[in-house]
């Protein structure tokens, strides 16, 4: 007799669902799996597509295997990594919600008949995935959104601070005094009142990218710091206008536009401006002083927006005399110069990781009321200071300083800090000069030019790990009293080297450790390289095969071949011609905006990134042949210099090799590698301890695919910009990719307020006191290439509500 019962439709979409996704995991666990990679995900992609079968067939069985392998998927999760919610996460949300989805009565209504009389069981497994998966993101908040107190809170403000060279209220310098502390002696805001901080005015500069300033890896960043000076504000703009605001209303007082070229420029920024007082009877006799995006330095009258008629010719200096051949776009400023002692001095940034022999990294002084050059130090040379002759350049391919500058007017001491000699990531062709300076921090007579002395924090550079700010300088308390002038030194690698200032000797322990080897052929690389083991480390800890992350299982199962595909030895692993993972790679865990001490506490606020990448050098024949790069004969001959399509193609003329730099990002794009992605941490500059640490910022505008939408995970992420700290007793931060500026208790770490900004914050914030006597909080919102925030124009200011009657 014939079965009466209709025949139930078949849930086609969700066989279908688990069918793909044990594919995909099948054929990804497999390539794992002969990689020497774990076998999980062979095994649970097997066992997904036994299960998209059973639901295709209608087979109650269907429900019970999927929960089998959840199951084992929750054991094998905690053996690999514990109860890290983040950790947790790729391995259990999208398992936990795809089981919620199949214990659906749309879902299990389809099953074959008898189910339905049983119909707790699917709701009680629904229950018992969606548990999984809050408690997963639970776990996530529990360990990240919190802070990592080490040794208790700051001392209070006991030890003395050097007298500020500029009035309280005021900011001359990028770092606001030469010495690059970023700290500001006002403390009309506290941790007690900054609740209340509010917007003050808002200016917009006009000053947005072109179309094509955004794409192929070129980078728009509106990075700047004020200045302030008496009631005004002057700062930069990314295609290098110069603004005076009133520091007190934000009305614009004038703007001046240097009409320089930015169409080859592959970077556009502008950090900031210098301030100089000319001499009594000099025109322009408060001065700022900028550079152009095409290589020139000018002087503009402080009060009017105008040239500086007697500076340079007609208020311009060339920057490209003596260089040689410089193409377009080869040598420009992107930090602001350092002006003391009637003295203006920069180096700038060279188009590195394009070919050897590229334009000089000479570092140059000007005298700031004419405008002529003072001094030239050019390391290639055997007298650096010495005059060129006629018909002489400066010597090429010499690493550069590119970074912003930091001086101790008493010694008489400017601070350089350098990167290395192009190309970045193949030295097999370098001079002994050029190995002598690359990344090295460099003490120069500030009135001559001439070598004080250097310290090296990276032997033979082949990372990019180049120096990308001065130091920050400190006076330390001697032992038998008085103070030891001091310096510490950032850098990419997340070292921190404790200097004197006077003859650069490590007042903190500096020790040379073994390092992995085995380069490119023809490189020679350093068997060992310095750790400032006396200081604390920020350097992220190896990676690991279960550190691997994702948004998913399958796109975790691509980071891990990757892992598995590429070589990684930890920190200082060489490029190789079957590429390598580094990290800390050259964006740094510390980049261009350094680190902020407080003189009183003897407390150093670092913010650090973690951001690997992916370097894949191959021949130069291959390079050519995939098109990235076209053949070049070189400087000698009249054959422009053909660019490559994508910033991040480096073709290295002039060596066998090119390289490719992109960073290491699964296939949704998300980070490979597990939260946290970004901290901000206080170190006792007297302890040398870390006091506290904690993760900033969150996945708010960091989504798939570069889109600005994701829920507001505090993972910590990737910040590119600098902090403040101020004598009362707070830290102001923007730089992350959330687009908030925050400010924490320097005491404890703890976030007291945050404001939405309306663009990307990746730039260092600022304070003063404004002539209706409050203090004001102000950042540039502009946004960064790299972190790919939004674009925008703002000048953001902030300040405690106005005292009515």
């Known amino acids: ?170 900011w001359h310098y990028y770092g606001r005094t030469p010495a690059g502390r970023r700290y500001s002696p006002l403390a009309q805001i506290t941790p007690q009142n900054v609740g209340r901080l509010q917007a003050a005015w808002q200016f917009r500069t006009g000053d947005l990218p072109q179309d094509f300033e955004t794409k192929k890896g070129r980078e728009f960043n509106f990075e700047a710091t004020p200045i302030k000076v008496g009631n005004t504000l002057y700062f930069c703009t990314p295609h290098r206008w110069i603004f005076a605001l009133d520091a007190t209303t934000g009305k614009m007082e004038w703007k001046f536009d240097p009409e320089g070229s930015t169409t080859a420029n592959e970077y556009l920024a502008c950090r900031g401006v210098a301030y100089y007082a000319a001499p009594p009877g000099q025109p322009c006799a408060q001065r700022i002083i900028s550079t152009t995006a095409d290589a020139r330095l000018f002087a503009v009258d402080a009060r009017t927006g105008k040239l500086c008629p007697n500076f340079g010719q007609g208020g311009y200096v060339s920057l490209t005399d003596h260089m040689g051949k410089v193409p377009p776009g080869f040598h420009f400023i992107t930090s602001q110069p350092l002006v003391m002692r009637n003295r203006i001095v920069l180096g700038g940034w060279i188009y590195d ?73 193949w030295g097999g062709h370098r001079r002994p000069f050029d190995d002598k300076y690359s990344s090295a921090v460099v003490a120069l007579d500030i009135v001559t030019g001439k070598e004080r002395w250097h310290f090296q924090t990276v032997h033979h550079d082949v990372w990019d790990f180049d120096l990308p700010v001065g130091p920050t300088l400190i006076d330390l308390p001697a032992p038998q009293g008085g103070t030891i002038p001091a310096l510490v030194q950032p850098t990419k690698r997340g070292e921190f080297f404790l200097l004197d200032r006077r003859d650069g000797h490590p007042l903190a322990q500096v020790v040379e450790k073994p390092v992995p080897g085995n380069g490119l052929p023809g490189d020679h690389l350093s068997p060992t390289q310095p750790y400032s083991v006396g200081m604390p480390s920020l350097a992220p800890a190896n990676l690991k095969a279960s550190d691997m992350w994702g948004v998913t299982p399958i796109d975790q199962a691509w980071c891990r071949i990757q892992f598995r595909k590429y070589r990684y030895s930890g920190q200082f692993t060489p490029p190789t011609l079957g590429g390598d993972i580094s990290y800390p790679a050259f964006d740094g865990v510390v980049d261009w905006y350094g680190v902020s001490v407080d003189p009183t506490r003897m407390l150093m606020i670092a913010n650090a990134s973690y951001i690997p990448f992916l370097v894949k050098p191959m021949t130069t024949d291959k390079a050519i042949s995939k098109g990235l790069m076209k053949p070049w004969k070189g400087w000698a001959s009249n054959e422009a210099y053909p660019k490559p399509k994508e910033f991040a193609v480096g073709p290295e003329y002039g060596t066998p090799y090119a390289a490719v730099v992109q960073p290491w990002l699964g296939l949704l794009k998300a980070p490979c590698h597990a939260p946290p992605w970004g901290k ?20 708010r505008d960091s989504g798939l695919f570069f889109t600005h939408t994701n829920l507001p995970l505090p993972t910590g992420v990737f910040n590119i910009g600098g902090n403040m700290v101020t004598a009362g007793g707070l830290i102001f931060i923007g ?52 972190l790919r925030t939004r674009n925008g124009d703002y000048i953001m200011a902030y300040a405690l509500p106005r005292v009515q009657g």
């Not at 687009?739 to 404890?748: H, K, P, V």
């Not at 914050?761 to 600022?766: C, L, V």
């Open 735 to 786: 730089a992350t990719s959330d687009q908030y500026l925050r400010a924490f208790d320097e005491r404890t770490g703890r976030k007291l307020w945050q404001a939405r900004l309306p663009a990307g914050g990746q730039a260092n914030p600022m304070t003063y006191m404004g002539a209706d006597g409050r203090q004001y909080i102000v950042i540039a919102a502009g946004g960064h290439g790299g």
């Open 680 to 699: 901000l941490v206080a170190i006792d500059l007297l302890s040398r301890k870390i006091v506290w640490e904690r993760p900033i910022g969150t996945t």
């Open 1 to 170: 007799m014939a079965d009466s019962t209709p025949r139930l439709p078949r849930p086609a979409f969700t066989a279908t669902l688990v069918t793909l996704a044990g594919l995909v995991l099948l054929i990804l666990g497999a390539w794992l799996a002969l990689l020497g990679g774990t076998w999980y995900y062979l095994l649970a992609g097997a066992a997904l597509i036994v299960d998209g079968v059973l639901f295709w067939l209608r087979r109650r069985e269907a429900l019970w295997l999927y929960a089998l392998v959840f199951a084992a998927s929750v054991v094998w999760a905690c053996s690999e990594v514990g109860l890290d919610g983040w950790q947790l996460m790729p391995r259990l949300i999208m398992p936990a919600l795809l089981g919620l989805w199949i214990s659906m009565p749309w879902v299990t209504h389809k099953l074959d008949r008898g189910w339905r009389s049983r119909g707790s069981a699917p709701w009680t497994a629904g229950i018992v995935y969606a548990l999984v998966g809050l408690g997963t993101i639970a776990l996530g908040y529990r360990i990240t959104d919190q802070r990592f107190v080490h040794d208790g809170e700051v001392r209070a403000a006991t030890v003395a601070a050097s007298a500020p060279s500029a009035a309280d209220g005021e």
């Open 353 to 425: 990781n394009q070919a050897e022999g590229e334009p000089s990294g000479v570092i140059r002084a000007y005298d700031a009321t004419t405008g002529a050059l003072a001094w030239a130090w050019d390391l290639g040379r055997p007298d650096p200071t010495a005059p060129l002759k006629p018909g002489e350049t400066y010597t090429r391919g010499t690493p550069n300083g590119w970074g912003t500058y930091t001086a101790d007017d008493k010694l008489g001491l400017v601070y350089v800090p350098l990167g290395n000699a192009t190309p970045d990531y």
